[in-house]
């Protein structure tokens, strides 16, 4: 199974503490076809 980076953000919603310092996030796209979700982060591209 492919590990994936947007695991890491959504642990950071539960466990979040703002006394520590991350990195920024890498450019990346995903599709996950057991869910049929297609998710992308590219740093021009953002919006929420």
């Known amino acids: ?9 959504f642990r950071n919603l539960l466990w979040y503490d703002e006394t520590i310092k991350g990195i920024p ?10 869910s049929q979700w297609f ?6 591209d953002v919006f929420a």
Do not use: C, F, K
């Open 25 to 34: 996030w890498q450019n990346a796209t995903y599709h996950l076809s057991d």
């Open 39 to 44: 998710i992308s982060r590219n740093e021009h």
């Open 1 to 9: 199974m492919q590990q994936v980076g947007w695991a890491p953000a």
